[in-house]
Nanobody, 121 residues
């Protein structure tokens, strides 16, 4: 399985970005897809997860109400719409796939390379 994340960049506080993660190599619609992030000097943390069929999702409290995860199984792509961005959202964002729906990074088998999001104040 290969995951390719994209869409990161520099944005001012209060702005928006949409991250994409294109998957290949396995039946995408069966996988739960998650987004994680790692800020400089900090551990990787869970951001959001969506189930294979799409109707179930879960968010970290820090992003709830601001971020939205979605997927297009026809395009083998998962998205993370990030609104009302804050400087503390600055991090490298990673997409990952898992056969189990959950928030622990240990559940995720495959990882993308990461895309950097920088939010300026």
């Amino acid at each position: 399985v290969q995951l390719q994340a994209s869409g990161g960049g520099l944005v001012q506080a209060g702005g928006s970005l949409r991250l994409s993660c294109a998957a290949s190599g396995r039946t995408f619609s069966r996988d739960n897809m998650g987004w994680f992030r790692q800020a400089p000097g900090k551990e990787r943390e869970f951001v959001a997860v969506i189930s294979g069929s799409g109707p179930r999702n879960y968010y970290a409290d820090s992003v709830k109400g601001r971020f939205a995860i979605s997927r297009d199984n026809a395009k083998n792509t998962v998205y993370l719409q990030m609104n009302s961005l804050k400087p503390e959202d600055t991090a490298v964002y990673y997409c990952a796939s898992a056969q189990v729906f959950g928030v622990s990074s240990h559940l995720y088998e495959y990882w993308g390379q990461g895309t950097l999001v920088t939010v300026s104040s």
